[in-house]
């Protein structure tokens, strides 16, 4: 079992619809959540830290639920502009981060 | 200053070459990381330095060797790779290695003929 496993997608949009991107990790002991958006042939950037009581951020919002090793990225009035790759990334302590395989989202006209 | 800086951008070696890829960060972080990422896959980590020590190696052939001088500079020596080895390589740097958020540089785009 990968030890962080993404919706595989690729998720294809209209613009302004709300779209929502899973990801389960597998070691219980992980401290960090995050969530990066990657533009082809970008660095990844941040996107959103991921907490336990939910965080929001405009138009996206990001769940944590330590139960069930998962988190949750929701985008909500879709731009052209959000189409990327979505990273999810688990960290134990000492820096050891794990990216999840991603999820392309593509916003249409 | 939130920037994280690479050089080269790009970088083209045969496999006898030795080359070095540069990473500097102005933002006192004290934790840097190199990450190798193949194209339509995730980035892969290499190396963590955590106050200008190595504190993580995933196992990384010895072909790569990094190397932190100060405080600011990670450098990654390559030699003798394999053209499998072309990759993007990523720097990173975070507050410190427990849990903070971590700052990408653009990464510098390795072909290995």
């Known amino acids: 079992r990968k030890e962080v496993e993404q919706d595989p997608g690729p998720f294809n949009v209209p613009e302004g619809a709300t779209v929502a991107f899973n990801c389960t990790y597998s070691n219980s002991a992980s401290q960090s959540f995050f969530w990066y958006r990657q533009d082809c042939r970008k660095e990844p950037k941040l996107l959103m830290s991921v907490y336990s009581s939910g965080n929001e951020d405009g138009r996206f919002t990001a769940q944590l639920n330590r139960a069930s090793q998962y988190i949750s990225l929701l985008i909500r009035d879709s731009k052209l502009s959000d189409s990327a790759t979505y990273l999810c990334?688990?960290?134990?302590?000492?820096?050891?981060?794990?990216f999840g395989d991603g999820t392309t989202l593509t916003v249409k006209p | 200053d939130t920037e994280v800086t690479q050089t080269p951008k790009h970088l083209v070696m045969g496999m006898t070459n030795k080359k070095s890829l540069k990473c500097e960060q102005h933002?006192?972080?004290?934790?840097m990381y190199w990450y190798k990422q193949k194209a339509k896959k995730p980035p892969e980590l290499m190396f963590v330095?955590?106050?200008?020590?190595?504190?993580i190696n995933e196992s990384v052939p010895s072909r790569f060797s990094p190397e932190c001088p100060n405080s600011s500079l990670l450098n990654l020596h390559l030699h003798a790779l394999q053209p499998e080895d072309s990759a993007l390589y990523l720097c990173?740097?975070?507050?410190?290695?427990?849990?903070?958020?971590?700052?990408f540089g653009p990464g510098t785009r390795l072909t290995v003929l």
């Open positions: 990334v688990v960290t134990l302590n000492a820096g050891k981060s794990t």
């Open positions: 990173a740097s975070s507050q410190d290695v427990s849990t903070d958020t971590q700052y």
């Open positions: 330095y955590s106050y200008e020590k190595l504190s």
């Open positions: 933002m006192g972080h004290r934790a």
